[in-house]
């Protein structure tokens, strides 16, 4: 990892040191408490095989200690939490989500309603075992109330780590900011902007190539990471050697690792050529039919030598990959035959059902030989040591917030993780890339105490995470059956907000 990127690491580290520290205890959400959680077989997210018979004391929001049952004998005061038959695991963490995006809560003919992004997401987050999230792109002073009111223990919710709207050429980042970032001078008081207004982390959306440097140097001085999409001008190994702490979507990676990456990049890069334009004007093609063409040509010339010169770039930088595949997924209409397929939509809000580009709808098996190819660039990321994290992008046309993250991992395991590597991306690994493992991301004593309880070995099956007992956030604990209550709360909250005119 470079200097800048541990420099920055740490900063993100700090500002979960203080969030993990917080206490408070307030109305609706239970009081932090002295809990034994015993004889639960443990699987602590270090890595080491899962333990049987193992007691877990929490005091003071944090963990106090783990040892097996006959020697860990709980203080009489504890409120003990059968384990028998039952395994524990870290807390987990949704690292690219949107929880008070205006362009998503926007319904026709009417102002964002922002409310939705805590009222429904929460409830829905933490009774699927999600205790942290990573926003990738809001309103900041929202985002920043909610995280007061969770650490202050006012609203249940996960942690939260945020910052403002993506950086771009057109938009401030926060009310206030230039809305049009066209100097470097855009650029740092941007990023200004973003440390004073609580940011833990720049999102980079696309800049002209002279701002991507000034971008690093002042989001370095102001000690916030830079994370996000990988623009066409920018490209996935240069954006690490930048000092990009995470790339977004996969974004850029099948152009980067194509035969004709340089072609393909600066197709992307200057638009379509006169022919193209003319045909786009005369009606006898669409965007999408240029769109497909581009993506039949990028699969055809895939370079799997290239593929592997680009997973040792991005490992030897430090660079961490999200690569969303659920939302992908979603994108292309790949929706699986699952269960949960017909009602997802159902419990969504209306405002997010929104359909995907109708192209993919048009080529399916286009859809699934690019889904194919991206599990198969996930599973070598994988094996070259390219550090993965668990992300879903929600919320979207289908993605349920909890669920949703349970479907990515699930999407990893298919391209070849094992369910304890496809765990680590969404608990041990968020607490190394934040720099905050010393407080979180295992359960040993000292950390903080972001628990779930499950019924079902997600060792053996990764979908097995569906089967939550119970949530503990910082030595708060809610059961299976407070968990129902507040999810019954949401959809009442959705039912209502998609009747509002």
């Not at 929460?122 to 985002?143: C, I, K, N, Q, W």
């Not at 990471?225 to 690490?240: K, R, T």
Request: hydrophobic content about 45%; aromatic content about 4%.
């Amino acid at each position: 990892m470079s200097q800048s990127q541990s420099s920055m690491s740490s900063a993100v580290g700090l500002a979960l040191a203080v969030l993990v520290a917080s206490r408070g205890e307030g109305q609706h959400v239970p009081a932090p408490a002295n809990f034994a959680v015993t004889g639960v077989t443990l699987i602590d997210g270090s890595g080491a095989p899962p333990r049987e018979g193992v007691t877990v004391l929490v005091s003071g929001g944090r963990i106090a200690a783990v040892g097996p049952e006959r020697s860990v004998v709980p203080p009489s005061r504890a409120i003990r939490i059968d384990g028998r038959g039952r395994y524990l695991i870290p807390g987990l963490w949704d690292m690219h989500v949107h929880l008070a995006a205006r362009p998503l809560m926007q319904r026709a003919g009417a102002t964002a309603d922002l409310s939705i992004g805590a009222g429904f997401f929460f409830p829905y987050l933490l009774a699927h075992g999600v205790t942290g999230v990573r926003d990738m792109s809001g309103e900041l002073s929202t985002l920043v109330q909610w995280r007061r009111e969770v650490q202050a223990g006012r609203r249940p919710g996960p942690r939260l780590v945020v910052t403002g709207r993506k950086l771009r050429e057109d938009g401030p980042v926060v009310t206030g900011a230039p809305a049009l970032v066209r100097t470097g001078a855009d650029v740092r008081r941007s990023v200004e902007l973003l440390k004073t207004g609580g940011a833990d982390f720049v999102k980079l959306e696309g800049l002209p190539d002279s701002l991507y440097p000034v971008l690093m140097d002042a989001a370095r001085a102001a000690g916030l990471p830079v994370v996000g999409h990988v623009p066409a001008n920018l490209g996935a190994g240069h954006a690490g050697v930048l000092g990009f702490r995470s790339l977004e979507h996969l974004m850029d990676v099948m152009t980067s690792v194509s035969r004709d990456s340089a072609a393909l990049r600066r197709a992307l890069i200057d638009g379509p050529g006169w022919w193209d334009r003319l045909r786009l004007r005369l009606g006898l093609v669409d965007e999408g039919d240029l769109q497909r063409r581009a993506m039949v040509q990028t699969l055809a010339t895939q370079d799997d030598v290239a593929a592997a010169a680009l997973w040792r770039q991005l490992a030897s930088t430090g660079t961490w990959m999200v690569p969303t595949l659920v939302a992908n997924r979603d994108y292309k209409v790949m929706r699986p035959r699952t269960g949960l397929a017909g009602s997802t939509p159902a419990l969504l809000p209306a405002v997010f059902r929104r359909g995907a580009p109708a192209w993919w709808s048009r080529d399916t098996a286009l859809a699934r030989q690019a889904t194919l190819r991206e599990l198969a660039l996930v599973g070598q990321m994988n094996r070259a040591g390219v550090r993965l994290l668990a992300g879903t992008d929600m919320p979207g046309a289908l993605r349920l917030p909890g669920e949703s993250l349970i479907e990515e991992l699930e999407l990893f395991v298919s391209a070849g993780l094992t369910p304890a590597e496809a765990l680590r991306t969404a608990t041990l690994g968020p607490a190394e890339f934040f720099g905050a493992e010393d407080s979180m991301g295992t359960i040993e004593p000292g950390k903080v105490a972001d628990l779930v309880l499950l019924d079902a070995n997600p060792l053996a099956r990764i979908g097995d995470l569906r089967r939550v007992v119970g949530v503990m956030t910082a030595g708060r604990y809610w059961s299976r059956r407070q968990l129902d209550s507040m999810v019954t709360q949401a959809d009442s909250l959705r039912r209502a907000w998609d009747a509002a005119p």
